[in-house]
Nanobody, 125 residues
């Protein structure tokens, strides 16, 4: 059973940086394309960014493009997301997700088979 566990969330002031991690167990990270999503209070879960199994191809949503950077270490079974120049509107629960397709960067919730429990990121102004 594949399990994903996010960590690294917390409270941070606007303009600062935070790094999230997503650890995969019960499976091999290289078997999956991976994505990050977020859900703010009262809003739907939305795509933030994703990366193919090799780490070569990445995509980001417009609100985070040029500020967030996704990477992965398949040997350690961990994916990361460095969030720079954080804004109050980045406040949300952040989820990582795994897609067995490996080469697709899905932007829909249904594109992913496995999800973590989420980690809260709060950005104060």
């Amino acid at each position: 059973q594949v399990q994903l566990v996010e960590s690294g969330g917390g409270l941070v002031q606007a303009g600062n940086s935070l790094t999230l991690s997503c650890a995969v167990s019960g499976g091999t990270l290289s078997s999956y394309a991976m994505g990050w999503f977020r859900q703010a209070p009262g809003k739907e879960r939305a795509f933030v960014g994703g990366v193919t199994w090799s780490g070569v191809f990445k995509e980001y949503s417009d609100p985070v493009k040029d500020r967030f950077v996704i990477s992965r270490d398949n040997a350690k079974n961990v994916m990361y997301m460095v969030m720079n120049r954080l804004k109050p509107e980045d406040t949300a629960v952040y989820y990582c997700a795994a897609d067995p397709s490996r080469i697709r960067i899905g932007k829909r919730i249904d594109d992913y088979n496995y999800w973590g429990q989420g980690t809260q990121v709060t950005v104060s102004s």
